[in-house]
T-cell receptor, first 112, second 109 residues
Framework: NAGVTQTPKFQVLKTGQSMTLQCAQDMNHNSMYWYRQDPGMGLRLIYYSASEGTTDKGEVPNGYNVSRLNKREFSLRLESAAPSQTSVYFC???????????FGSGTRLTVV | QKEVEQDPGPLSVPEGAIVSLNCTYSNSAFQYFMWYRQYSRKGPELLMYTYSSGNKEDGRFTAQVDKSSKYISLFIRDSQPSDSATYLCANTGGFKTIFGAGTRLFVKA
């Protein structure tokens, strides 16, 4: 049982480059989330998808776009990477957010 | 003021000690509270969630919520070196979850 799978695990980008972070879950969860984690700031929500076909902005959506491809997959796209987007990105899923999330293992992104 | 605040630590204890980890929160409308454990370079792992006030126990772990003082606690009994990790508290309402920045715990053998 893989849970939540994220790819890639590591990435270095130059300023202005674009990339897509991939996420897939095999738990048949309705809701999926993208968070970033920065030292001293905790996890901050970028975007979420309450169910297949819907997406909504979180706390820090600027500079990002998302696609809920199907019930299993939720991707995060950086159109023009900036050094401020250097962070660890986590995808998560839940059947009901009140009961907690299952997180992936993260993508460590460095923008130079 | 952050919506959920935690002492960042690090907190260092000897093996077998009782550990107390604490958070304060500000949004009274959020009724669900969680604790996550995060090992270095891994994703957070849900330990426990509680609804409203009271205690919840799971093995060596006890979560406690005091809504009157807006205080969340996690107690770890008989702590083990494998408990060394960062512990995140969280407060949830609907699709919005506010996380604390985490407390680093070291349990020395």
């Amino acid at each position: 049982n893989a849970g939540v799978t994220q790819t890639p695990k590591f990435q270095v980008l130059k300023t202005g480059q674009s990339m897509t972070l991939q996420c897939a879950q095999d738990m048949n969860h309705n809701s999926m989330y993208w968070y970033r984690q920065d030292p001293g700031m905790g996890l901050r929500l970028i975007y979420y998808s309450a169910s297949e076909g819907t997406t909504d902005k979180g706390e820090v959506p600027n500079g990002y776009n998302v696609s809920r491809l199907n019930k299993r997959e939720f991707s995060l796209r950086l159109e023009s990477a900036a050094p401020s987007q250097t962070s660890v990105y986590f995808c998560a899923s839940s059947e009901r957010s009140d009961y907690g999330y299952t997180f992936g293992s993260g993508t460590r992104l460095t923008v130079v | 003021q952050k919506e959920v605040e935690q002492d960042p630590g690090p907190l260092s204890v000897p093996e077998g000690a009782i550990v107390s980890l604490n958070c304060t929160y500000s949004n009274s409308a959020f009724q669900y509270f969680m604790w996550y454990r995060q090992y270095s370079r891994k994703g957070p792992e849900l330990l426990m969630y509680t609804y409203s006030s009271g205690n919840k126990e799971d093995g060596r772990f006890t979560a406690q919520v005091d809504k009157s003082s807006k205080y969340i606690s996690l107690f770890i009994r008989d702590s083990q070196p494998s408990d060394s990790a960062t512990y995140l508290c969280a407060n949830t309402g609907g699709f919005k979850t506010i996380f604390g920045a985490g407390t680093r715990l070291f349990v020395k053998a």
